[in-house]
């Protein structure tokens, strides 16, 4: 297994087929949101918060115990057995709690789902669980063209299916055959085959899963919480916009995602090897990398939320303008987060990120019940925000005492007045663009062109561009 990662090959390749997947995913939730309607929509996606919230308990942290064994180097075949091991015994149990409770499992997401929702939680796992090991044999850049293999899939499946008619289901189907596509493509993939596992490598995974499973369930609540409650209190047409809207944010947040998926394995195998001091420098250049996009994308977002919702998804969407706002500046958290998580896991400390998980799911769950029956979907984005800017905070509290970590306040100051200046001129651009798509996409590429320029007028920044082009040639 290779001990070395081309940050920037990886990182780019990962990046440039997350856009793609990004532009292809856009495009088509765009198309069953108008095929389709914020009713019909919000079916779906109350279908994907309950198949994530059955994936938390079905896995507990095991995906992630196995990227960080393998990682380490020392028996992956059997470490791969005894996760397939865990999640089956998970699964079973899951399933036998699942059909009793049928009825109210369909009853609340509105179509009859739990055999298609039992099949997908099985593939689900199996799939993920293939990706995790390919970033552990420090293969990230191939988990994104799996990724994209799934998306396509299922964009295809699913247009094909709403075609004939099958409604929320179309989406359903298409979502279980992506997974399918992306199980067999992971298992062919994969260099980590089987061999029996003792306790030893049975005990190892649940030493590290029983923390990063707790961990595992604050990423959900995060991911689902404010949706399942939004569902419980308010119109599936709710669910649906705050959902587009919810999706639109993280589509900017793609950069974090993509840097704490590349560094993790690498500095995992540094904190093995006792070389903890590559990793602080690293933790540094991967929050500008996160951060370089968000923030232009709050801007953006501020001043254009009601032209983007409304002319891209439609009317009945413009319910969730005023939390879409706020999820973006959630966002600017998020970039952070997601840095401070990948580090904390590859530091072998799941029980740090199980403590800062207690504190914001239960600050999320609570603030989600008491605010969105009085402000809606405003209520459930300020309820993500805050909980996300308390566990943030918890992880980063913990870095400092460990590693000499230090935020890039020059490159995020630059940014921040590249984005002030992009801001101008989509204000003055906005009183003579016309109120229509092609007006908004045109004030949207100004202003990416516009904030473009002012960050590469930074010598600083212009030659880490340059230092990593010339490394991804290498």
């Given amino acids: 297994m290779p001990r070395r990662l081309n940050f920037a090959k990886a990182g780019g390749l990962l990046l440039a087929l997350e856009i793609v997947g990004v532009v292809v995913g856009f495009g088509s939730t765009v198309y069953f949101a108008g095929a389709l309607g914020a009713a019909a929509l919000g079916v779906f996606f109350l279908f994907e918060a309950v198949l994530s919230t059955l994936g938390t308990f079905a896995d507990f942290?095991?995906?992630?115990?196995?990227?960080?064994?393998?990682?380490?180097?020392?028996?992956?075949?059997?470490?791969?057995?005894?996760?397939?091991?865990?999640?089956?015994?998970?699964?079973?149990?899951?399933?036998?709690?699942?059909?009793?409770?049928?009825?109210?499992?369909?009853?609340?997401?509105?179509?009859?789902?739990?055999?298609?929702?039992?099949?997908?939680?099985?593939?689900?796992?199996?799939?993920?669980?293939?990706?995790?090991?390919?970033?552990?044999?420090?293969?990230?850049?191939?988990?994104?063209?799996?990724?994209?293999?799934?998306?396509?899939?299922?964009?295809?499946?699913?247009?094909?299916?709403?075609?004939?008619?099958?409604?929320?289901?179309?989406?359903?189907?298409?979502?279980?055959?992506?997974?399918?596509?992306?199980?067999?493509?992971?298992?062919?993939?994969?260099?980590?085959?089987?061999?029996?596992?003792?306790?030893?490598?049975?005990?190892?995974?649940?030493?590290?899963?029983?923390?990063?499973?707790?961990?595992?369930?604050?990423?959900?609540?995060?991911?689902?919480?404010?949706?399942?409650?939004?569902?419980?209190?308010?119109?599936?047409?709710?669910?649906?916009?705050?959902?587009?809207?919810?999706?639109?944010?993280?589509?900017?947040?793609?950069?974090?995602?993509?840097?704490?998926?590349?560094?993790?394995?690498?500095?995992?195998?540094?904190?093995?090897?006792?070389?903890?001091?590559?990793?602080?420098?690293?933790?540094?250049?991967?929050?500008a990398a996160s951060l370089v996009l968000v923030i232009p994308a709050f801007v953006g977002v501020a001043l254009l939320s009601e032209q983007i919702l409304g002319l891209v998804f439609g009317p009945e969407f413009l319910l969730a303008t005023a939390a879409f706002v706020v999820l973006m500046g959630e966002k600017l958290v998020t970039a952070v987060n997601n840095v401070f998580d990948a580090t904390i896991r590859a530091l072998d400390r799941p029980d740090v990120g199980a403590y800062a998980t207690v504190a914001s799911l239960t600050l999320n769950v609570v603030l989600n019940v008491v605010l969105v029956p009085r402000f809606g979907l405003v209520g459930a984005a300020a309820a993500t925000g805050t909980a996300m800017t308390v566990n943030t905070l918890v992880l980063g509290g913990y870095l400092r005492r460990v590693i000499p970590l230090s935020f890039p306040t020059g490159v995020v100051v630059w940014c921040v007045g590249a984005a002030a200046v992009m801001g101008g001129v989509l204000v003055v651009a906005g009183t003579v663009a016309p109120a229509t798509l092609p007006g908004l996409v045109a004030q949207i590429l100004l202003g990416g062109v516009v904030y473009s320029a002012v960050v590469l007028a930074s010598p600083s920044l212009r030659a880490k561009l340059l230092a990593n082009v010339r490394q991804f040639g290498e």
């Fill in 61 to 287: 942290g095991i995906n992630g115990a196995v990227e960080k064994r393998i990682s380490e180097g020392t028996d992956p075949d059997a470490i791969l057995a005894a996760a397939l091991l865990l999640k089956g015994t998970l699964l079973l149990g899951l399933a036998a709690l699942v059909v009793p409770f049928r009825g109210v499992v369909n009853d609340y997401v509105g179509a009859s789902v739990v055999v298609p929702l039992l099949v997908a939680a099985v593939l689900y796992q199996s799939s993920m669980l293939t990706l995790h090991v390919l970033r552990a044999e420090m293969r990230a850049d191939e988990t994104a063209v799996l990724q994209f293999l799934r998306l396509a899939t299922y964009v295809v499946v699913a247009v094909v299916l709403v075609q004939f008619g099958a409604g929320a289901m179309a989406l359903v189907y298409g979502l279980v055959a992506g997974y399918v596509v992306l199980l067999a493509a992971g298992v062919v993939r994969m260099e980590t085959g089987l061999a029996r596992p003792s306790t030893r490598h049975l005990r190892t995974l649940v030493d590290y899963a029983k923390f990063n499973g707790v961990w595992g369930l604050g990423g959900h609540v995060y991911n689902s919480m404010d949706v399942l409650v939004v569902g419980l209190f308010l119109s599936g047409a709710h669910v649906a916009s705050y959902e587009l809207a919810w999706r639109v944010t993280v589509m900017t947040g793609i950069v974090g995602v993509v840097v704490s998926n590349t560094v993790f394995a690498q500095m995992s195998a540094w904190d093995a090897t006792g070389e903890r001091d590559r990793i602080a420098p690293t933790v540094r250049d991967g929050l």
